[in-house]
């Protein structure tokens, strides 16, 4: 016999967990516990207040205690990556337009983007051919020097 509540809980439980097998943070995780602990008190007949107030309670004390453990071991185990204008640190590319560090004005084309640079040397100026490598990130600005490795 179809019980509708049983189908609620049931399906919170399988998406959560179905959501959180995607992510592994501990976001929903919780929520799944939560539903665990419905599904719980609906196998012993308790009515449906008590089972929404069990899945509130499980769901509330599991993310407040559980999550910080997911994030810690996720971020143990993870590599971190360079990410935004910080990923370009250490790749060359080209001038567009000239680099001149006493205006802080300048454009270069790294792997086909064009971004605003400025040169490691506030005195230097790279004219629109020359080759640079990125050496740091400055604001939004990639600090540039000339490309010292031997192009092929």
């Not at 516990?33 to 509130?56: E, N, R, S, T, Y």
């Not at 999550?67 to 990556?81: C, E, G, Q, V, Y």
């Not at 640079?132 to 010292?148: A, N, P, S, T």
Request: hydrophobic residues 50%; aromatic residues 10%.
């Amino acid at each position: 016999m179809f019980d509708p509540v049983l189908a609620v809980w049931g399906s919170i439980l399988f998406i959560f967990l179905l959501v959180e097998m995607l992510q592994l943070r501990g976001n929903f995780f919780s929520f799944a516990l939560g539903a665990a602990g419905a599904l719980v008190c609906w196998a012993l007949g308790l009515d449906i207040p008590v089972q929404a107030g069990v899945f509130v309670v499980v769901s509330a004390l599991s993310f407040f205690l559980l999550r910080p453990l997911f994030i810690r071991k996720a971020d143990k185990n993870s590599t971190r990556h360079a990410e935004g204008i910080e990923a370009l640190v250490g790749l060359d590319g080209q001038v567009i337009q000239k680099v001149d560090g006493t205006s802080g004005t300048g454009r270069v084309d790294i792997d086909g983007r064009p971004v605003k640079a400025i040169p490691v040397d506030r005195n230097q100026k790279y004219n629109v051919g020359d080759h640079i490598e990125v050496v740091d990130v400055e604001d939004d600005f990639l600090v540039v020097r000339k490309y010292k490795k031997n192009r092929k």
